[in-house]
């Protein structure tokens, strides 16, 4: 029995390649925490550090790992408490409304994903293009921190 917000279902007992997208698009992460580390936000760096690796490790036991299902779902909301925290305090207000919104944006990408427990092909290809939208609202994040 599953128990998962977007938990395909059960496979073969294989782990994934690199070469597939939703393993690969993880390492995105990686380079938002980079950009952050360089911009001197080093808690936004490291909570995309862990987020990243925790969605990496999720992903690549096809995601058959509560543990890492967990770390991934408790980091990926630390860091955007972080991006917020960031955002409300050092950035203006109306940068705060649009980081909402690609949350929104980004949400809905994940949701539309999920919808595709049954069909691992398209819960892929969905789940990395959150993802890429996820990488790209975080370097959106990093601007308005750095004006």
Not at 6 to 35: I, S, W
Not at 103 to 121: P, V
Request: hydrophobic residues 50%; charged residues 15%.
């Amino acid at each position: 029995m599953r128990n998962s917000l977007h938990q395909p279902p059960c496979r073969e007992m294989t782990n994934r390649k690199l070469k597939d997208p939703v393993l690969y698009t993880n390492f995105l992460f990686f380079g938002n925490a980079v950009l952050y580390s360089y911009g001197g936000f080093y808690s936004l760096s490291l909570a995309m550090v862990l987020a990243g690796l925790f969605s990496y490790m999720y992903h690549l036991y096809m995601e058959r790992e509560t543990i890492y299902k967990f770390l991934d779902i408790a980091f990926a909301k630390i860091a955007l408490l972080l991006i917020f925290i960031h955002i409300a305090f050092l950035s203006d207000m109306k940068y705060t409304l649009l980081c909402t919104l690609w949350l929104l944006l980004s949400l809905g990408i994940k949701e539309y994903a999920s919808r595709f427990e049954n069909d691992s092909s398209k819960y892929e290809i969905f789940h990395s293009l959150w993802h890429v939208f996820v990488c790209f609202g975080n370097i959106l994040v990093f601007f308005f921190l750095s004006m």
